[in-house]
């Protein structure tokens, strides 16, 4: 009875200690593959097993990118003429002010397209050409620059032409 005792006493805890030191560290070891990976050797197809719990701090729920979202705006752009102009219409045409409504694409934060919708002075004769929201990384705000053309025919029949580029007047937060 005292030599099956012995045994016991002898057996267990070399067991135990064998499970612990080769069993454990082999639970740890790195095999390579990222946390979760499983290679189904059958099919001989490599997946990504999905974990029964959520490891400390993690969530269950995937992260779905944004959704882009449309918004709108306006401001008050000062177009300046790129082009010399003749005598008489230099204190008419120089300068131009206007209120431009636009729109815009977000995308993880950021403007990704912008597009013109209508300016606040009807002019047909002046056509927004392009737009775009500008990042000023200083200051974290947006600039509405713009580059639009001046057409007309005056009284005697000549057409002008004039290019003109423009900035808004103030910063713009999205």
């Given at each position: 009875?005292?030599?099956?005792?012995?045994?016991?006493?002898?057996?267990?805890?070399?067991?135990?200690a064998g499970?612990?030191?080769?069993?454990?560290?082999?639970?740890?070891?790195?095999?390579?593959?990222?946390?979760?990976?499983?290679?189904?050797?059958?099919?001989?197809?490599?997946?990504?097993?999905?974990?029964?719990?959520?490891?400390?701090?993690?969530?269950?729920?995937?992260?779905?990118?944004?959704?882009?979202?449309?918004?709108?705006?306006?401001?008050?752009?000062?177009?300046?003429?790129?082009?010399?102009?003749?005598?008489?219409?230099?204190?008419?045409?120089?300068?131009?002010?206007?209120?431009?409504?636009?729109?815009?694409?977000?995308?993880?934060?950021?403007?990704?397209?912008?597009e013109y919708?209508?300016?606040?002075?009807?002019?047909?004769?002046?056509?927004?050409?392009?737009?775009?929201?500008?990042?000023?990384?200083?200051?974290?705000?947006?600039?509405?620059?713009?580059?639009?053309?001046?057409?007309?025919?005056?009284?005697?029949?000549?057409?002008?032409?004039?290019?003109?580029?423009?900035?808004?007047?103030s910063d713009?937060?999205?």
């Amino acid at each position: 009875m005292e030599k099956k005792n012995l045994l016991v006493r002898i057996f267990v805890p070399v067991v135990v200690a064998g499970m612990v030191f080769v069993g454990l560290p082999a639970c740890f070891q790195d095999d390579g593959y990222p946390e979760g990976f499983v290679l189904n050797d059958e099919a001989g197809v490599a997946t990504m097993a999905k974990r029964s719990m959520p490891q400390g701090g993690e969530s269950i729920k995937p992260i779905e990118p944004e959704k882009p979202s449309y918004k709108y705006g306006e401001a008050t752009v000062t177009f300046k003429c790129t082009n010399a102009l003749p005598s008489e219409y230099i204190d008419g045409y120089t300068v131009l002010t206007m209120t431009v409504h636009y729109s815009y694409k977000m995308e993880n934060g950021e403007p990704t397209s912008v597009e013109y919708v209508y300016s606040a002075e009807d002019n047909p004769e002046f056509s927004i050409d392009d737009i775009d929201l500008v990042e000023n990384p200083d200051t974290g705000y947006y600039t509405l620059v713009c580059s639009g053309t001046y057409s007309f025919i005056d009284s005697n029949g000549y057409l002008y032409t004039w290019g003109y580029s423009g900035e808004s007047e103030s910063d713009i937060s999205l």
